[in-house]
């Protein structure tokens, strides 16, 4: 099957920092990719959906000048964390399609868990 | 407020036997739902779906349910195997499927010989 690649898997960072996280559909050109959030024993919720070439649309509550989103390429979508705080400690994840908003042709990245100082 | 709930965290199920994981949601405006699992250190994988215009869709040892009126699906393996021990992620979507997921918080199967 396709594949998404998301780098790091995990990061520790100091409070206050920055961190950008990767995701890359290596087999495909997605138009489309999608950047969850799972707190520990929650859900996998739905932070924003980027799509190649113009502004991501962030979900309600998502603050978008913290999670920077950016969609330059088919292949590549970055997740800025800005000025981390220990509270965006999370597990995070990206999502990736060929096919414009088909969820039966959705590939994940591995995720990467990200820790806050 | 969670429109999607996996009420079992995990479940523990004997070689050859059958899983049976459950889901509910809300949301009545729901009309696609979709099965992931998820290996550790691995992205969800798609597994199966339904469309609300139906109540079961098989596909192999794979099977789910769906009771509309009681805003509750299920699915089952059978028979099951150690490799389907895994994370079953839950998800449901509107407008057939073309549309974001939401995602119940996952059920760990362990699957013991």
């Known amino acids: 099957g396709a594949v998404v690649s998301q780098h790091p898997s995990r990061v520790i960072c100091k409070s206050g920092t920055s961190v950008k996280i990767e995701c890359r559909s290596l087999?495909?050109?997605?138009?489309?990719m999608f950047w969850y959030r799972q707190f520990p024993k929650q859900s996998l919720m739905l932070m924003a959906t980027s799509n190649e070439g113009s502004k991501a649309t962030y979900e309600q509550g998502v603050e978008k000048d913290k999670f920077l989103i950016n969609h330059a390429s088919l292949t590549l979508s970055t997740l800025t964390v800005t000025s981390a705080h220990p509270e965006d400690s999370s597990f995070y994840i990206c999502?990736?399609?060929?096919?414009?908003?088909?969820?039966?042709?959705?590939?994940f990245g591995s995720g990467t868990q990200l820790s806050v100082l | 407020d969670q429109q999607v709930k996996q009420n079992s965290p995990s479940l523990s199920v004997q070689e050859g036997r059958i899983s049976i994981l459950n889901c509910d949601y809300t949301?009545?405006?729901?009309?696609?739902f979709l099965w992931y699992k998820k290996y550790p250190a691995e992205g969800p994988t798609f597994l199966i779906s339904?469309?609300?215009?139906?109540d079961k869709n098989e596909d192999g040892r794979f099977t789910v349910f769906l009771n509309k009126s009681a805003k509750h699906l299920s699915l089952h393996i059978v028979p099951s195997q150690p490799g389907d021990s895994a994370v079953y992620f839950c998800a449901a979507s509107r407008s057939g499927g073309y549309n974001k997921l939401i995602f119940g918080a996952g059920t760990r199967l362990a699957v013991h010989p």
């Open positions: 999502s990736a399609t060929p096919d414009r908003g088909s969820n039966e042709k959705l590939f």
């Open positions: 949301n009545s405006m729901f009309d696609y």
């Open positions: 087999d495909f050109q997605a138009t489309t």
């Open positions: 339904i469309s609300s215009i139906k």
